[in-house]
């Protein structure tokens, strides 16, 4: 924990859930933020393309027709934000295999902000992926995308 890696296992970081770190994002989010950081150029799109292949599947019981598509995003992107309990919001997406960037965005996403609170999503800085440090390596299109999925998050908790 604590440590930035690059390298391609980054599967058991996310031990640190909820408590807020001096960055004001929520721990988990932080420490993607933080492993984002510590490379550079090539190496941020290597990382983002990690992030891709670890995007959770989508449970059976969610369809992807029932989601709500993201059309700001380049790649077809669908999410579902279960509200149900506020304490604890679930979140699901869904992009093609195709579609790394998207797909590597929508898993930051989850990685960073499912399981946590509404109020713990709802106080994300809108801009928090400027510091993830893809603005060279990435499209403004593409970062717009992120950014959508984040606002459409927020408004289905508000």
């Known amino acids: 924990m604590g440590e930035h890696r690059s390298g391609?296992?980054?599967q058991g970081r996310r031990t640190r859930r909820g408590c807020r770190t001096v960055?004001?994002?929520p721990a988990a989010l932080a420490e993607i933020v933080d492993d984002f950081a510590a490379v550079d150029g090539q190496d941020k799109l290597q990382l983002l393309l990690e992030?891709?292949?670890e995007l959770?599947?989508?449970p059976a019981e969610l369809a992807e027709d029932a989601m709500e598509p993201v059309p700001e995003c380049q790649s077809p992107l669908f999410l579902s934000v279960d509200a149900?309990?506020?304490a604890k919001v679930r979140l699901y997406f869904s992009a093609p295999p195709e579609a790394p960037t998207?797909?590597?965005f929508a898993s930051i996403l989850a990685q960073g902000l499912d399981g946590l609170s509404a109020q713990e999503i709802l106080d994300v800085p809108d801009d928090f992926y400027v510091n993830l440090g893809l603005?060279?390596?990435v499209s403004p299109l593409r970062l717009r995308g992120i950014s959508a999925m984040l606002a459409r998050i927020k408004r289905h908790l508000r």
Do not use: I, V
């Open 51 to 53: 992030f891709s292949r």
């Open 23 to 25: 960055t004001g994002l």
């Open 84 to 86: 149900a309990d506020p």
């Open 135 to 137: 603005a060279d390596a």
């Open 56 to 58: 959770p599947p989508l």
């Open 102 to 104: 998207t797909r590597g």
């Open 8 to 10: 391609p296992d980054r």
